[in-house]
């Protein structure tokens, strides 16, 4: 008890030597002016697409590192406002000799409400589905026009308008060009693939919403995969999903047809690698243990971006 009363006197003396360490501690004061954040050697611009009607905002990040002799390749990223960050932020760090430098290009839109650029993401993403096969959740979420079924509107104006723009302003390899999808980005780079599966040398499909429209996306498969067989096509494909994005025992789709995300993503991965296709062809599938939905999106985009730019062309 001595001791104890010694420290407290010695802490009283303390501050009564000291004032100001009594005093409570004062408002800070506002910050400085404020504006928007930037991304260190990224720019954006809005292109007005005559094809899809919409204008879109495009991200680009372009590497500090020079572009080889063919020219940089090039990673294009659904859903640019909110996963073009994480994919130009792989690209700057890895540059220096892990990876081949790209351009990283984010497409989304000139927005800022959340809820406005979901509708126009589900919207130019899905490929046309019937409505009673929509979600209620995404009906609501779609506003009072209630637009799905751009895919192929968005997919040519991404290649049609979009590339050659790119090409024109940056260095770039038109024989290795990746398309990078994410959930309903996912399903578009499905259906990409399987209908345009020259479109693009390598194809990440992340968390793919297969279960759209009553896995009507798998209704392209054998078709893609013939083509394949016949050394028709040699895409480089990856599909990713989080181990959490299905519950234990979730083997069958609910009412609406979603679920089975993983069994999804794993047995389409599986057939597709058992094809023999020609030189070139290579598909390979990664579960990441422990994330959900939207926790393995870093993840998803880190190994995506490696894929499609790891060792040589």
Same mark, same amino acid.
């Given at each position: 008890?001595?001791?104890?009363?010694?420290?407290?006197?010695?802490?009283?003396? #303390?501050?009564?030597?000291?004032?100001?360490?009594?005093?409570?501690?004062?408002?800070?004061?506002?910050?400085?002016?404020?504006?928007?954040?930037?991304?260190?050697?990224?720019?954006?611009?809005? #292109?007005?697409?005559?094809?899809?009607?919409?204008?879109?905002?495009?991200?680009?990040?372009?590497?500090?590192?020079?572009?080889?002799?063919?020219?940089?390749?090039?990673?294009?990223?659904?859903?640019?406002?909110?996963?073009?960050?994480?994919?130009?932020?792989?690209?700057?760090?890895?540059?220096?000799?892990?990876?081949?430098?790209?351009?990283?290009?984010?497409?989304?839109?000139? #927005?800022?409400?959340?809820?406005?650029?979901?509708?126009?993401?589900?919207?130019?993403?899905?490929?046309?589905?019937?409505?009673?096969?929509?979600?209620?959740?995404?009906?609501?979420?779609?506003?009072?026009?209630?637009?799905?079924?751009?895919?192929?509107? =968005?997919?040519?104006?991404?290649?049609?308008?979009?590339?050659?723009?790119?090409?024109?302003?940056?260095?770039?390899?038109?024989?290795?060009?990746?398309?990078?999808?994410?959930?309903?980005?996912?399903? =578009?780079?499905?259906?990409?693939?399987?209908?345009?599966?020259?479109? =693009?040398?390598?194809?990440?499909?992340?968390?793919?919403?297969?279960?759209?429209?009553?896995?009507?996306?798998?209704?392209?498969?054998?078709?893609?995969?013939?083509?394949?067989?016949?050394?028709?096509?040699?895409?480089?494909?990856?599909?990713?999903?989080?181990?959490?994005?299905?519950?234990?025992?979730?083997? #069958?789709?609910?009412?609406?047809?979603?679920?089975?995300?993983?069994?999804?993503?794993?047995?389409?991965?599986?057939?597709?690698?058992?094809?023999?296709?020609?030189?070139?062809?290579?598909?390979?599938?990664?579960?990441?243990?422990?994330?959900?939905?939207?926790?393995?999106?870093?993840?998803?985009?880190?190994?995506?971006?490696?894929?499609?730019?790891?060792?040589?062309?």
């Amino acid at each position: 008890m001595k001791r104890h009363l010694k420290i407290a006197a010695a802490l009283f003396a #303390v501050v009564a030597v000291h004032p100001a360490a009594a005093q409570t501690v004062a408002t800070p004061s506002p910050l400085p002016a404020q504006k928007p954040a930037t991304l260190v050697d990224a720019t954006q611009f809005e #292109v007005a697409s005559a094809i899809s009607g919409r204008t879109y905002r495009v991200y680009v990040y372009k590497p500090l590192m020079p572009p080889p002799p063919e020219g940089y390749p090039v990673i294009y990223v659904t859903d640019g406002n909110g996963m073009f960050g994480t994919a130009a932020m792989q690209m700057m760090l890895r540059q220096f000799g892990e990876l081949r430098p790209a351009i990283i290009v984010g497409v989304g839109y000139p #927005v800022s409400d959340i809820r406005q650029i979901m509708a126009l993401r589900n919207a130019d993403l899905t490929p046309p589905t019937p409505a009673e096969n929509i979600p209620p959740a995404l009906k609501a979420m779609a506003g009072k026009d209630g637009l799905f079924g751009g895919a192929e509107l =968005f997919y040519r104006f991404m290649v049609e308008e979009l590339r050659p723009m790119l090409a024109a302003a940056y260095p770039v390899d038109l024989k290795d060009q990746t398309l990078l999808g994410d959930s309903l980005g996912g399903l =578009f780079t499905l259906h990409v693939l399987f209908n345009h599966p020259e479109s =693009f040398r390598t194809f990440v499909a992340a968390s793919p919403s297969i279960w759209w429209n009553r896995r009507a996306v798998l209704n392209e498969e054998a078709a893609f995969r013939t083509r394949v067989a016949a050394g028709k096509a040699a895409p480089r494909v990856l599909i990713t999903v989080g181990a959490l994005e299905q519950k234990p025992g979730e083997n #069958v789709e609910d009412a609406s047809g979603m679920g089975r995300m993983v069994d999804n993503a794993s047995e389409l991965a599986a057939r597709l690698a058992a094809v023999s296709g020609s030189a070139g062809y290579e598909v390979r599938f990664v579960n990441f243990p422990e994330e959900t939905h939207s926790s393995v999106i870093p993840a998803a985009v880190s190994r995506g971006v490696g894929f499609a730019l790891a060792g040589s062309k």
